[in-house]
Every structure is written in structure tokens, then in C-alpha cells.
């Protein structure tokens, strides 16, 4: 059964800079493509970037600059490097994996920019 835990959360002022890190586990991490999305109070879940098997990325527009994903294919983690963080991107983190045996959601962590 696949899984996906993310860490990296927590608390930090406007300006600041964040890495977030999932570990993958049971799924075929080398082909999976893995994508981070945010839940802020008050919106619906939305993608924050992906990157697929080859390493191709995608962002969401607004977020293109300041936000980098990156994959590990050897560690089978995840990363998600936020910088110049603003008090709008407070909100859960999610990890998730969708090889061709499934999709994975994990648990999210908790971010919080503070102005």
C-alpha cells in the first residue's frame, strides 16, 4: 500500500522561506507523478506545482518564482521550496503521488506565515 508523509511545516514570518519535504513509500516513485496542493481558509484545495517521472514541472501561475518543486528519485522524497513566503500562503500542504497502481494523499502540514 503506498503511502506519503510530508514534513517541513511550521511557523514563519512574511519574507521567509520554507522547504517542505514528502517521503514516498510503496509506490513506484521513479514514474509516479508527484504534486504538492494547498488548502487556505476559506478556498477549495488547489495544486500548487507537479512534476512528473521525467522531471517535467507545472506551477500554479501565481505561485511561479517564488515556489521550486524538486524530486529525490533515490531518497523517493518530494520537495517543495518556498521562498518570500506572504501571510496568503498560510494553509495545509499536501503531498500527493499518482503512480500507475494508484493515487496517494498524505496528511498535510500546517504552514503559517505570520505579517
Known amino acids: 500500500q503506498g503511502q506519503v508523509v510530508e514534513s517541513g511545516g511550521g511557523l514563519v514570518q512574511a519574507g521567509g522561506s520554507l522547504r517542505l519535504s514528502c517521503a514516498a513509500s510503496?509506490?513506484?516513485?521513479?514514474?509516479?507523478?508527484m504534486g504538492w496542493y494547498r488548502q487556505t481558509p476559506g478556498k477549495q484545495r488547489e495544486l500548487v506545482a507537479s512534476?512528473?517521472?521525467?522531471?517535467?514541472?507545472k506551477y500554479a501561475e501565481s505561485l511561479k518564482g517564488r515556489f521550486t518543486i524538486s524530486r529525490d528519485n533515490g531518497k523517493n522524497t518530494l520537495y517543495l521550496q518556498m521562498n518570500m513566503l506572504k501571510p496568503e500562503d498560510t494553509g495545509v500542504y499536501f503531498c500527493?503521488?499518482?503512480?500507475?497502481?494508484?493515487?496517494?494523499w498524505g496528511q498535510g502540514t500546517q504552514v503559517t506565515v505570520s505579517s
Open positions: 500527493n503521488a499518482n503512480d500507475y497502481m494508484g493515487n496517494y
Open positions: 510503496g509506490i513506484i516513485f521513479r514514474v509516479a507523478t
Open positions: 512534476i512528473t517521472g521525467g522531471g517535467g514541472t
